[in-house]
């Protein structure tokens, strides 16, 4: 059974820090490219990052470049997102996402339930 599951999520204060983890199991996880998404209320769905499956390319969202850091493990079978600077637009529920191009087309995306981050004095 392939899982993804997110930590770290909770309430912290504008201009505070968080660490996002998201640990996956059931899979060979050195061959997804991993993302996180956020969707927050009343919101689509947007992507914030991702990162390529030895870690060496990663794009960022223009609303979070240069506060927010993804990075992986593949020892560990985890990705990350360091998140500073947060301000209240940054409030959403994280999904964790991994994603696995077949030669012939076909994907596998499998994605985790998700942690709230709250950003609120």
């Known amino acids: 059974q392939v899982q993804l599951v997110e930590s770290g999520g909770g309430l912290v204060q504008p201009g505070g820090s968080l660490r996002l983890s998201c640990t996956a199991s059931g899979l060979l996880f050195s061959f997804y490219s991993m993302s996180w998404y956020r969707q927050a209320p009343g919101k689509e769905r947007e992507l914030v990052a991702t990162i390529s499956r030895g870690g060496g390319s990663t794009n960022y969202a223009d609303s979070v470049k240069g506060r927010f850091t993804i990075s992986r493990d593949n020892a560990k079978n985890t990705v990350y997102l360091q998140m500073n600077s947060l301000n209240a637009e940054d409030t959403a529920v994280y999904y964790c996402?991994?994603?696995?191009?077949?030669?012939?087309?076909?994907?596998?995306?499998?994605w985790g339930q998700g942690t709230q981050v709250t950003v609120s004095s």
């Open positions: 996402n991994a994603v696995r191009t077949m030669a012939g087309g076909a994907t596998y995306d499998y």
